[in-house]
């Protein structure tokens, strides 16, 4: 979710990018020509208050944000470079977060359903509280809400959370030695697919390429192109050429080594290099028939 901005002002300066405590993005205008830079935190308007985010991108043009925000939107300013005041208040939020955390908790056990409590959020001048959750199918928690919100005397919003957005939130360490790049510097969830495991030669055992979350790793996406452009100059598997003598069909290739491995009818395998291979007669192509 992001937060809504004006798209209607004609020579209007590009938009800032900033990502919320929650993880929500957020778009605005700095039409008061304040001095920020990546990183800076700032107090922004929002939807019923103000709250505190942290600057990702300087410029952001019209339409990379309206393919971001597919509507029209209402427009919301920035308000200030975050202070020393504001900093030491956010500072004390993590407690007070863990203290709603508790009273959530508290009164949880007097419902029927199950949920796990993932994260607690306040906005940061209070007028929210956003606690992210999953469970087992939806929840009518509609009576749990309204508990919550008379004993915090505040609005109340539950957010229920994929596989990857918990695993973001709870963070952790990859089978690279690395934190999650979810929990690190990922901000737009990209679609990760099959076809990008077997593109880069990973499809044979998916435990070993689906992250904590229980999806596909993240990082097949980041090099994916490669493996595209690098495959253009590399056969089709099931190519069938003669190779000394001997009618043999392509097994697999390598992008990175550019190597494709041949067998023959007895399944003895063969390794050529791209260049030995280009000299060698096609007999026929997948496309075309059979091998």
Do not use: W
Request: charged share 30%.
């Amino acid at each position: 979710m992001v937060e809504p901005l004006d798209l209607d002002e004609e020579n209007s300066p590009e938009y800032l990018e900033v990502i919320f405590r929650t993880g929500r993005l957020g778009y605005y205008q700095n039409s008061s020509q304040l001095p920020l830079k990546p990183d800076d935190l700032i107090i922004v308007e929002v939807d019923r208050g103000e709250d505190i985010a942290q600057v990702i991108h300087l410029s952001v043009s019209d339409e990379e944000v309206l393919a971001q925000i597919p509507q029209t939107p209402n427009p919301f300013k920035i308000k200030r470079i975050a202070t020393e005041e504001d900093i030491e208040k956010l500072r004390h939020l993590p407690d007070e977060e863990k203290k709603a955390a508790q009273i959530f908790a508290e009164i949880l056990k007097r419902y029927s359903f199950e949920m796990k409590l993932i994260d607690t959020v306040y906005q940061f001048d209070g007028n929210k509280i956003t606690f992210f959750f999953t469970a087992e199918g939806r929840i009518d928690f509609r009576v749990f809400v309204r508990e919550l919100a008379n004993v915090f005397r505040t609005r109340i919003e539950l957010h229920q959370t994929t596989g990857r957005d918990e695993a973001r939130r709870m963070g952790g360490f990859g089978m690279c030695g690395l934190s999650y790049c979810c929990g690190n510097f990922l901000k737009h969830f990209n679609q990760v697919t099959i076809k990008m495991a077997r593109d880069q030669n990973l499809a044979g055992n998916l435990a070993k390429i689906s992250g904590p979350c229980g999806r596909l790793l993240c990082c097949l996406n980041f090099e994916e192109d490669f493996y595209m452009e690098e495959g253009k100059l590399l056969p089709v598997p099931g190519t069938c050429v003669e190779y000394q003598g001997i009618k043999m069909y392509v097994l697999k290739t390598d992008p990175l080594k550019k190597n494709i491995l041949l067998s023959d009818d007895d399944e003895n395998i063969t390794e050529l290099d791209l260049e030995t291979f280009l000299t060698l007669k096609i007999l026929s192509s997948p496309d075309l028939e059979l091998c």
